[in-house]
Nanobody
C-alpha cells in the first residue's frame, strides 16, 4: 500500500509562486509514475502534470505549460510541483497520485493511489 502526503499549499497573490511536495512511502518510489491533479470548487478533478518513473519524461496540461514544473527526487521519495506566475484560475485542492504499472497517464482513473490534497488559493 502506498501512502502519499502533500504539503506546500497556501494563499498567494496573482503572479506569485508556490512549491508543492508529495512524500511517498510503502513501495519503492522508483517504481511509481507520479501525477498532480487539481479540483476547483464545483468542478471535476483535472490532470495537471505527470512525471515518469525515472523523471525523464514529463507532460503538462496546456493551461500550466511554461508556468509549472514537475520534478522528483527518488532518493527522497518525493515529487514536487513548482508553480510560478499563479493565476486565480489555478485555485483548488491539489492532489498527488501514484501509478504503479509503468505508465505515465493523464487520466485520473489510471492512478492507483492518492494523497489527501493540499489547498492552493490564488487571490486576484
Amino acid at each position: 500500500q502506498v501512502q502519499l502526503v502533500e504539503s506546500g499549499g497556501g494563499l498567494v497573490q496573482t503572479g506569485g509562486s508556490l512549491r508543492l511536495s508529495c512524500a511517498a512511502s510503502g513501495l519503492p518510489f522508483s517504481w511509481l509514475a507520479m501525477g498532480w491533479f487539481r479540483q476547483a470548487p464545483g468542478k471535476e478533478r483535472e490532470f495537471v502534470a505527470v512525471i515518469s518513473r525515472s523523471g525523464g519524461t514529463t507532460y503538462y496540461v496546456d493551461s500550466v505549460k511554461g508556468r509549472f514544473t514537475i520534478s522528483r527526487d527518488n532518493a527522497k521519495n518525493t515529487v514536487y510541483l513548482q508553480m510560478n506566475s499563479l493565476k486565480p484560475e489555478d485555485t483548488g485542492v491539489y492532489y498527488c497520485a501514484a501509478e504503479a504499472t509503468g505508465r505515465s497517464p493523464t487520466n485520473l482513473r489510471d492512478y492507483d493511489y492518492w494523497g489527501q490534497g493540499t489547498q492552493v488559493t490564488v487571490s486576484s
